[in-house]
């Protein structure tokens, strides 16, 4: 049986639009994650999951222990579901009333680190958990600045950039009694998530490799040195880097205790842009054929489910079973309509699924309440997506 056709008739009674995870590649992907972290410890990207089973299924695993978070309102409902005892909350949070919450809670204020990077951050925290003491966690700026610091690669996340400025920072935080420096986290979003092998760009790939390989390079010797001169003022109980795309890089860095990642468990489409690992799609949604206007086209039901970053093609779902379809140019992947095209188009028939692939990983989710999980050609359960639990917490 194709993959396809198991999809099809595992699903059989459930009426489209829905998603799914196909476990068997989800286990696969997370013993890839595993195997290129080569023994350290595995910090699961919530964001890329939204899911509070597979966070917990994927914990069970071994290779992987704690939750980057991305919210802190996210962060205290998973520990006060029980699924981690050690949160990270990866972006800095100006919710006053979550941190007061957080500062209520003995509890959660020892499973749950939040992230600062300037000195409003400690004040916020500082003024809104009143004699609690808050662990926190200094984001770096990981970003690549070559010609002299003329030229910027990579997220623009902290102003802290080198040595000096995070020792400074860290110097601050440590005289404030009621905040507990845990760690360091540095996250090189130019070489974790940008892909070197764009399809069909050759010229590009070069590019992109060549200024991996000198960012790699530039930020393993600026990371140590960060990592020396805040071990000279405090112990640290983590240092976080990396992300699905360099696991292997980062974890050979002395200075990282721990990796971070997320996306390649459900490996969307743009995770296929790597040479240095490959996964399996884990994560589908499925769209019912609802017209056949002409030949060589058939229309779905829905589907504009784009992901975010800069508007362009590749921010667009992947028609991915059949193989063969792709969009009409006018009319892309629509709210409430989109059109397929090409030959295998006339192999579908009305209330047949097209299965695709989204963009990035845990996007999916706040589209649907429930993840159907798929193993072999059967249903082995379904369970609630965050949204499915009634929390958007984005």
């Not at 500062?103 to 300037?118: E, F, G, K």
């Not at 790699?216 to 960060?226: G, K, P």
């Not at 743009?270 to 994560?283: E, H, I, K, T, V």
């Not at 059109?339 to 009305?350: E, K, T």
Request: glycine share 10%; hydrophobic share 45%; with cysteine.
């Amino acid at each position: 049986m194709n993959l396809r056709d198991r999809y099809d008739a595992a699903t059989a009674g459930i009426e489209a639009p829905f998603a799914v995870v196909d476990l068997a590649a989800f286990r696969a992907n997370a013993a890839g994650l595993a195997r290129r972290a080569a023994g350290k410890p595995i910090r699961v990207a919530s964001k890329s999951v939204r899911c509070r089973a597979l966070l917990e299924d994927v914990l069970a695993l071994g290779g992987f222990a704690g939750i980057m978070a991305f919210t802190l309102p996210e962060a205290l409902w998973l520990a006060r579901q029980g699924v981690s005892d050690d949160i990270l909350v990866a972006y800095p949070t100006a919710d006053r009333t979550a941190v007061a919450d957080l500062a209520a809670d003995p509890a959660a204020a020892r499973a749950i680190t939040l992230m600062t990077d300037s000195p409003e951050h400690l004040d916020l925290i500082e003024g809104a958990a009143g004699d609690r003491r808050i662990r926190v966690c200094v984001d770096i700026d990981a970003s690549y600045r070559p010609l002299g610091g003329r030229v910027r690669i990579g997220a623009l996340r902290s102003p802290l950039h080198t040595p000096a400025q995070v020792a400074a920072f860290a110097e601050q935080v440590l005289k404030r009694p009621s905040l507990h420096l845990a760690g360091l986290m540095a996250y090189e979003s130019q070489i974790a998530g940008v892909g070197d092998v764009p399809p069909g760009r050759p010229a590009r790939s070069r590019v992109i490799r060549a200024m991996q390989r000198r960012s790699r390079m530039e930020l393993a010797r600026r990371r140590a040195a960060i990592v020396r001169a805040v071990r000279g003022l405090t112990d640290l109980e983590f240092v976080n880097g990396g992300g699905t795309g360099s696991v292997e890089t980062t974890a050979a860095e002395r200075a990282i205790t721990e990796i971070a990642a997320g996306s390649g468990l459900y490996q969307p489409h743009l995770f296929d842009q790597y040479s240095n690992f490959s996964g399996r799609p884990a994560a589908l949604f499925a769209l019912p054929v609802v017209r056949r206007p002409a030949p060589g086209v058939a229309t779905c039901l829905g589907g504009g489910y784009l992901a975010s970053g800069p508007g362009d093609a590749v921010r667009l779902p992947q028609p991915y079973l059949p193989a063969g379809l792709s969009y009409d140019r006018d009319e892309g992947a629509g709210e409430v309509q989109t059109p397929l095209l090409g030959r295998a188009a006339d192999l579908l028939s009305v209330g047949d699924r097209v299965w695709f692939r989204h963009t990035k990983a845990g996007e999916l989710c706040e589209r649907f309440d429930a993840l159907h999980l798929i193993d072999g050609d059967q249903i082995a359960r379904t369970v609630p997506t965050y949204r499915g639990e009634g929390r958007t917490f984005l």
